[in-house]
């Protein structure tokens, strides 16, 4: 009797942890269906990060499944690092409920670290989406930090310096190589204020073995660039730019460029992460002196030139665009002029279906630095000197499909190619 009773009670222990166990998966299953569906559209993010991290909403492939659409902005910083923007738009039930959120890493900062920042900062964003499902039962927020306030004192008063150097060679039977670039930049940014300095040194030499005969070639490119801009308010700008230019490659010997312009924003810039469209006109002159005489059979001249270019950018859920048209000539003569054109489209077309065109074009009149003469075989097949040429195109288009689950949840690092 004792050993029936036994068993009975082990029957019904098993039934009791059997229901117990199927209403707790059964629980867990009802929240992770009713979490938040989420859309996240951002360059270079690691996603199987985001999803260890944030494993209590679903995340679907396409914006249009989705309950609420994230995206993620960034934008160059004056103190070398950058500021992260993220728009958080509802859509269905969450149509009303939209957010923004900034997160700004330091220039020092390692890669895991602006990682579990930017991770931290979509964390702190669906906070209020996840509170509104029952997956707010697996959510506990808790404060981890000083709530002192520290005064900051910036000892460099908003200057940043960075300098490198890359010394680099190739070789082979009949090609050698040796090229080496050193560049200083410092630049200062503020709210008022954009300072830039930039120098960059190229020197490369060319050992080239073609039919029996051996060819040795250098090419130098020394650059100075300096802007200084000024903010005029939420649209305007002014600015200047002064350059210095030595290159054998464009048979530049010293050339200087001073170009005061002005900017206008029809956007306000605190919108600039979202859209732009930028009008900056310049003129200036250039004084030129060359290493060789020229096709217009000068070996020095000075000349005035302005430029018109048009910019503009948007991003939004359903893709992004960026294009930028500039006109150039000199003023003496305005037949020697320059257009380009550039652009970079990207849009969804429907479900799972996204078309991206990028590339440029130029229409080229104003070489006017062009040495006299034929080039040698050797400045040819070497790219050592600047050629003629009316026109430059290049570009590309890709189409992608995909199709299958609308849901994403899982991480499986196994047999990766080993990038992340």
């Known amino acids: 009797m004792i050993k029936k009773n036994r068993i009975v009670f082990i029957l019904i222990s098993v039934l009791i942890f059997t229901l117990n166990n199927s209403i707790a998966q059964d629980t867990t299953q009802n929240i992770r ?36 659409y994230i995206r993620e902005t960034r934008q160059n910083t004056g103190s070398g690092g950058r500021e992260y923007s993220y728009f958080f738009n509802g859509q269905g039930k969450f149509e009303a409920m939209k957010d923004t959120l900034v997160y700004t890493s330091g ?36 404060y981890d930090g000083d709530a002192e306030i520290e005064t900051m004192v910036d000892k460099w ?6 300098i490198e150097t ?16 050193n560049s200083f930049n410092a630049n200062k940014i503020t709210e ?26 250098d090419k130098t490119e020394v650059e100075l660039e300096n802007l200084v801009a000024y903010s005029l308010g939420q649209h305007w700008s002014a600015g200047m730019r002064l350059d210095f230019l030595t290159s054998s490659f464009s048979n530049i010997k ?27 006109y310049g003129i200036g002159a250039s004084l030129n002196q060359y290493n ?32 930028s048209l500039e006109g150039s000539n000199y003023l003496h003569d305005f037949s020697k002029n320059r257009l380009e054109l550039w652009g970079d ?24 630095s062009l040495v006299r003469g034929e080039l040698s075989e050797a400045d040819i097949l070497l790219q050592l000197q600047e050629m003629a040429t009316a026109y430059s195109v290049d570009g590309g288009i890709e189409l992608s499909y995909t199709f299958g689950s609308i849901y994403n949840n899982i991480v499986n690092p196994r047999f990766g190619n080993g990038r992340w």
Not at 157 to 162: A, D, R
Not at 198 to 211: N, Q
Not at 345 to 368: C, N, T
């Open 33 to 68: 269906e009713n979490a938040v569906q989420v859309f996240i559209d951002c360059e270079r993010c690691d996603m199987d990060h985001i999803r260890r991290e944030i494993p209590y909403v679903n995340y679907v492939r396409d914006v249009r499944d989705a309950q609420l």
């Open 107 to 142: 220039p020092n900062d390692t890669d895991d670290e602006i990682r579990t920042g930017r991770t931290s900062m979509i964390k702190m964003g669906l906070m209020r989406y996840v509170a509104k499902t029952p997956s707010h039962k697996e959510i506990n927020i808790e």
């Open 157 to 162: 008063n908003y200057w940043i310096f960075e």
């Open 166 to 181: 890359s010394p680099r060679f190739e070789s082979e039977e009949s090609y050698k190589e040796f090229s080496f670039r």
């Open 192 to 217: 008022e204020w954009k300072i830039e300095v930039e120098f960059d040194h190229r020197l490369s030499k060319t050992k080239y073995t073609y039919d029996n005969e051996t060819f040795v070639k």
């Open 254 to 280: 010293f050339r200087s460029d001073i170009f005061p312009s002005l900017e206008y924003n029809l956007f306000p810039y605190s919108e600039s992460t979202h859209r732009q469209l930028r009008f900056l």
């Open 292 to 323: 060789d005489t020229t096709i217009y059979a000068k070996m020095k001249e000075n000349l005035a030139q302005h430029q018109l270019q048009v910019a503009y950018r948007v991003q939004e859920k359903w893709g992004s665009i960026n294009i």
């Open 345 to 368: 489209i990207e849009v969804r077309l429907m479900k799972g279906l996204e078309l991206s065109v990028f590339g440029g074009i130029a229409r080229i009149h104003d070489q006017l």
